[in-house]
């Protein structure tokens, strides 16, 4: 199996994360984009190991991407936190409209 | 091509496109299930690889939880639905630096990658990844766990309404904006009429909380 396939998939889903990041106003799915880009580098983290060291002893590549998943699960709950605190105070989820920080 | 490409071919389509409709679809609740479509796929795309217990645990924990917890946000922050509400000005400067960032990385990959194969797919056993957790990865293994309890209690601390110890529900705090367009509605109305923004600003303060309450009914 080819190494390319597996890369190039999470290259794509990382810049279509990006693409959400950017255009997108409503806070939720701007973490929904967030979540993609983490699975991207997940992506590439098990295909490394698997592809290219299948016998490391220390499955580094299969234990990081444990790690980014526990990590973005714990990152989601407390954005979700803070996207209804938000909704809460200003009445809206709309990234652009809470430019209080602005100069 | 082998059979592995093959399959990995078919996996990663579905992938792709749902990842694509994510971020493009005009419906809130349909992006999110095209979420979970996305995550299936890479737990597909995880189960090609031979990485099969990633591919349970992102199962279980992306499908299983985290895009339900996003359609409970969705539905708790009751946002509008439509692609001018959803997008905004910035569509040809996202595409234009993610189409270049993808460019950039896919010549990087071909050219580092283009012809590495792996003659067969291999990874570590289940009881292989339980034996290196607990003995060489067990520090960082902890740590997480204080991590996800922090997180826990801070999400909860955030998200909860009532403040104090009486439990009793509390008015929110709102922050005066001025004349800063706080809504929706209110920054539509400036950016349509120039003439309607010298009157609403001319015309004293225009409430906050008269736009506010109206909003988003």
Redesign the interface.
């Known amino acids: 199996?080819?190494?390319?396939?597996?890369?190039?998939?999470a290259?794509?889903?990382?810049?279509?994360?990006?693409?959400?990041v950017?255009?997108?106003?409503?806070?939720?799915?701007v973490?929904?984009?967030v979540?993609?880009m983490l699975?991207a580098v997940?992506?590439n983290l098990?295909?490394f190991?698997?592809?290219?060291f299948?016998a490391e002893?220390?499955?580094s590549g299969?234990?990081f991407?444990?790690?980014i998943?526990?990590?973005?699960?714990?990152?989601?709950?407390?954005g979700?936190?803070?996207?209804?605190?938000l909704?809460?105070?200003?009445?809206?989820?709309?990234v652009?409209?809470v430019?209080?920080m602005r100069w | 091509m082998?059979g592995?490409?093959l399959a990995?071919?078919v996996v990663?389509l579905v992938?792709?496109g749902g990842?694509?409709l994510?971020?493009t679809s005009k419906n809130?609740v349909h992006?999110?299930l095209f979420?979970a479509v996305?995550?299936s796929g890479?737990a597909g795309?995880?189960l090609v690889?031979?990485?099969d217990?990633?591919a349970l645990?992102?199962l279980v924990?992306?499908v299983g939880?985290?895009a339900v917890?996003?359609l409970?946000?969705?539905m708790?922050?009751?946002?509008p639905i439509g692609r001018e509400?959803?997008?905004?000005q910035?569509?040809g400067?996202?595409?234009a630096?993610?189409?270049g960032?993808?460019v950039v990385?896919?010549v990087l990959?071909?050219g580092a990658?283009?012809g590495?194969?792996?003659a067969?797919?291999?990874?570590?056993r289940v009881g292989?990844?339980g034996m290196?957790?607990f003995n060489?990865?067990v520090l960082?293994f902890e740590v997480?766990s204080m991590?996800?309890l922090a997180?826990?209690i801070?999400?909860?601390l955030?998200?909860r309404?009532e403040t104090g110890d009486s439990g009793e529900e509390q008015a929110?705090?709102?922050?005066d904006?001025g004349t800063?367009?706080?809504?929706?509605a209110e920054?539509m109305a400036r950016l349509e009429g120039g003439d309607d923004q010298a009157e609403l600003t001319a015309g004293g303060d225009p409430g906050p909380a008269a736009g506010?309450g109206e909003?988003?009914a």
């Open positions: 199996m080819s190494l390319v396939g597996p890369l190039l998939l290259t794509f889903l990382f810049c279509v994360g990006i693409y959400g950017i255009a997108r106003r409503n806070a939720v799915l973490l929904m984009s979540e993609l699975n997940n992506i098990v295909a190991q698997n592809l290219l299948p002893a220390a499955v299969h234990l991407a444990l790690f998943i526990a990590v973005a699960a714990a990152e989601v709950g407390v979700l936190a803070i996207v209804l605190n909704f809460r105070t200003r009445a809206t989820v709309n652009d409209d430019d209080l | 082998t592995h490409d990995f071919l990663a992938t792709g990842a694509l994510t971020v809130l992006a999110a979420l996305t995550l890479i795309v995880f690889l031979a990485a217990f990633v645990v992102q924990v992306y939880a985290v917890l996003f409970f946000g969705l708790l922050t009751r946002a509400a959803l997008d905004n910035n569509r400067l996202g595409i630096v993610s189409g960032l993808f990385l896919s990959v071909i990658f283009g590495t194969t792996a067969e797919v291999g990874g570590p292989d990844i290196v957790i060489t990865w960082p997480l991590l996800l997180a826990l801070g999400a909860i955030l998200a309404r929110p705090t709102r922050i904006m800063a367009p706080s809504m929706e920054r506010r909003g988003r």
